[in-house]
């Protein structure tokens, strides 16, 4: 057996390493303590852009300024080395030989005498400046995601498949009340049971998400902070590790609320828009009957003595014809076309005039709390009209509370440019008026309260509710110019808040007195195609001491202007075969520029105003015709 001599071991490790060193794809390196190159491979040549080890370790170079493009770092690895005797991934900017830069990450190790003075630095070095621009890249990335994502003014978030954010931005904090996003993330640990308003849209949102990675354009109404509602539309995605399970969702969030109102109060508009066709056709020749039997059951009741046994039968006829032309303004005011009656009105006198009728209205076990402003409450409206809104809405409010409670009715004034308030909705006045009624009753869902003021739409049992009175409270507070709004909660009540725009504090209360003589003797052409209307205005106005003359159209009225004059006053049917009442008022007015006329219509608004007619210039009494207001209305006209 034969053993190596230790010298030819020693050789051929040498040549083992020598070899290695020679062929390393790393630098490899050994410098004196005050940075001359002692020894460097291929590698880190090439490396810093030499042509060979020779002209590195020839070259009278030191690597603190040949090699460091920031000589603190020399002195910064040389302190490490020193205190620890290695140095691990050290980076830095190296400078090459052109002058150009890299990034450097080396390894090295203090060599030391017996004495433990160093004697040399050797190690690797590493060409990393492909992986810190990588990483610049990743970084600067980050940094303009964390831009976007902080500063957009969409809502951003980050959540865990368990319901909890990790990351929300400021627009999302903002869109749910939060004053920071740090705030939301803390409070909201269950985003399912704190922020929908509805389970079952967050069950939905997620069986979505089950079945497609993506969803987009989703809505759902959620909780803010302190409660309130907000409508979102979001657009979700799922973020999957690499086996596939469910990392996060990610998502961005926009706030809806606004639209949604808008679309709704289109959608409300068009439903009025399609009662307000259906009311005009059936307005005029209800109005025509109405008309005739009122009239005709009037001028009964002037002859008839009190004592007659047929007097109160006319009475009830008097009274059915009466709730008759109430039924039928009340289809007219779904889609806001009745003629309103305005005069300035105290909307605090008019509660408390009708207080004692809520009272009676109520049951005695709810108990009733009335809160009225000091401020004005001063409205240009039809007190008619504001009544039946009041008794509707304290009726509902009864109902609503079939085991008692409280009802609240309430009066403020407000500026339209308060924010966050639905005055700003009903116009572009300065001041409006409020009044609430609140009731502590059953309340209802989000998806009743987008109905409630649908026609024909009732939550009370079948046959309890023809379902039109909160579409005719709709209607009636659209046509003045107003908006009403509702908050309702199920279990908590309901609240309906009006506005209406108020008028100048100086303005005061102002009715006009009826004319105190409602007789004449003045001729009067009444053209009227409806038969019977006519010969009711005939007799009714014969009875009050006129001279009347009739015409059966508008062509027949133009006929008999000219034959019979003086004329002092002509009534105008507005809507008439052969000749409508505008075209026979431009015809009789070549005649007479003076003359004097009133307009009526069974029709509703629009029709009329078609025909060229505009109330601003004009008298216009709305059919059915009340013996008492046509007298006034003509005397009125004739004494002006």
């Known amino acids: 057996m034969t053993h190596t001599a230790p010298d030819a071991i020693l050789r051929e490790d040498q040549h083992a390493y020598q070899s290695f060193f020679e062929n390393a794809v790393e630098g490899m390196f050994r410098t004196t303590p005050d940075g001359r190159p002692i020894k460097v491979n291929p590698a880190y040549a090439r490396m810093f852009g030499y042509s060979s080890p020779e002209e590195v370790t020839n070259g009278n170079l030191n690597v603190r300024t040949h090699a460091y493009a920031n000589p603190d770092d020399r002195s910064t690895f040389q302190e490490i080395v020193e205190r620890s005797g290695f140095v691990h991934t050290f980076k830095f900017p190296a400078l090459k030989k052109d002058g150009s830069l890299m990034w450097a990450s080396l390894n090295a190790r203090a060599v030391r005498d017996a004495e433990g003075r160093i004697l040399c630095y050797e190690g690797t070095i590493e060409d990393i400046t492909n992986l810190k621009l990588a990483e610049e890249r990743l970084r600067r990335s980050e940094e303009d995601y964390r831009n976007v994502h902080d500063n957009a003014i969409t809502g951003m978030f980050r959540s865990t498949p368990e319901g909890r954010y990790v990351r929300v931005n400021p627009a999302l904090a903002a869109i749910h009340g939060f004053s920071s996003s740090e705030e939301m993330i803390t409070t909201i640990t269950n985003i399912g049971e704190q922020l929908y308003v509805d389970p079952a849209d967050r069950r939905r949102y997620m069986e979505l998400l089950d079945k497609e990675d993506v969803i987009r354009g989703f809505e759902a109404r959620l909780y803010r902070k302190d409660r309130s509602k907000v409508w979102i539309r979001m657009n979700v995605r799922t973020i999957r590790k690499a086996d596939g399970s469910i990392a996060c969702y990610e998502g961005m969030v926009e706030d809806v609320t606004e639209k949604k109102r808008i679309e709704s109060q289109l959608r409300q508009a068009q439903k009025m828009e399609s009662i307000g066709t259906l009311a005009g056709g059936i307005a005029h020749d209800f109005n025509n009957l109405l008309t005739s039997l009122m009239g005709f059951a009037s001028l009964i009741e002037l002859k008839m003595k009190k004592t007659d046994p047929l007097y109160p039968y006319v009475q009830e006829i008097l009274l059915a014809a009466r709730k008759g032309a109430d039924l039928t303004r009340s289809i007219l005011a779904l889609s806001r076309q009745q003629s309103l009656a305005r005069a300035p009105m105290d909307m605090n006198q008019a509660i408390r005039s009708a207080s004692r009728l809520f009272r009676m209205l109520i049951t005695e076990d709810i108990e009733l709390s009335i809160s009225l402003t000091d401020e004005s409450t001063m409205v240009m409206a039809d007190r008619s009209q504001i009544d039946r809104i009041l008794f509707n809405l304290v009726t509902n409010a009864r109902d609503a509370m079939p085991r008692g409670g409280t ?217 059915p015709l009340a013996l008492q207001d046509v007298l006034e209305k003509i005397r009125k006209t004739l004494d002006a």
């Not at 303005?507 to 010969?535: F, K, M, Q």
């Not at 307009?599 to 007619?613: A, H, N, Q």
Request: glycine content about 8%; aromatic content about 8%; charged content about 30%.
């Open 407 to 623: 009802l609240r009715i309430e009066t403020a004034t407000l500026d339209a440019n308060d924010p966050l308030d639905a005055a700003q909705w009903a116009g572009e006045k300065e001041r409006y008026v409020v009044i609430k009624i609140s009731d502590t009753g059953t309340g209802f869902s989000d998806a009743t309260k987008d109905s409630i003021f649908d026609p024909f739409f009732t939550t009370k049992d079948a046959g309890k509710d023809t379902g039109l009175g909160l579409a005719i409270v709709y209607g009636i507070v659209k046509q003045h110019t107003g908006h009403i709004s509702v908050d309702s909660e199920p279990g908590r009540g309901t609240t309906f808040s009006i506005h209406l725009p108020a008028m100048p504090e100086e303005t005061g209360d102002a009715h006009d007195e009826p004319p105190a003589n409602i007789t004449g003797s003045e001729t009067i052409l009444v053209a009227e195609d409806d038969e019977s209307v006519r010969g009711y205005m005939d007799e009714a106005l014969r009875t009050h001491g006129y001279r009347v003359v009739t015409a059966k159209d508008g062509q027949d009225a133009v006929e008999k202007f000219g034959q019979f004059q003086p004329v002092d006053l002509v009534i105008l049917d507005t809507v008439m075969p052969r000749m409508n009442g505008w075209q026979a008022y431009e015809e009789i007015r070549r005649v007479n520029p003076d003359v004097r006329v009133l307009f009526t219509s069974g029709y509703t608004k629009d029709i009329v105003l078609s025909k060229g007619l505009e109330e601003r210039e004009f008298d216009f009494i709305p059919k």
